[in-house]
């Protein structure tokens, strides 16, 4: 589609956050990874461009997952947990998320990030996450018109209330509708959050299943 493309073409040149282009080109690679081998831009989204009826919406890219890798929740522990989920949820042909070149394709989704950059310390600040909202977040929902929204934790509701105006708290496991688009709540699966119990698999599931029957994606 011509809008992604040129939209892509201008996101991995932007460089408004000096803090987030800083971080993102300076991170250490760990051992099993080299240096050349990391991206080191802002990490474009991706997903079933033609038929993108749910909008999966992240923090940000992982230093080591997207900032690495060059596509959003792909090669990080966060990225395996959610594709474990959307393959259980018949929204993914893999279990898996590695690379980009992985043969990985998904059904009905559109997979993205409020912040466009890996954040110190997984933290972006107030003003990062409205340059991003405005600069490009906004007009992904804006192009992409989905049905359904599944937001991974506080800043990515965050963003979505920026954009939609939503008139609500992020709570796990609820919902809210705003002008015909449902907007799921679900905590991020950070390995803080898998490791501990705090988001468990089947509770994702469940909230995926439940995007997918409102959305339409069968």
Known sequence: MNWYADFVNKLITCRACPRLVKHREEVKPLSKFSDDKYWRRPVPPWGDLTNARIMIVGLAPAAH??????R?????????FLFKVLH?????NRP?????NDDVTVKCIYIT?????????????TDEIRTCVNNWFRYEIQRIKPKAIVTLGHIAFQGVRLVLGINAEFRHGDYVDVNGVRIFMSYHPSPRNTNTGRLKIEDLVRILKMASEYAGCG
């Open 65 to 70: 997952g997207g900032n690495r890798t060059g």
């Open 72 to 80: 959003m929740f792909t090669g990080d522990n966060s990225a395996q």
């Open 88 to 92: 259980m949820a018949g929204l993914s």
């Open 96 to 100: 898996y998320s590695i690379s980009r």
């Open 113 to 125: 990030s409020v912040v466009k950059c890996a954040p110190p310390n997984n933290k972006p600040t």
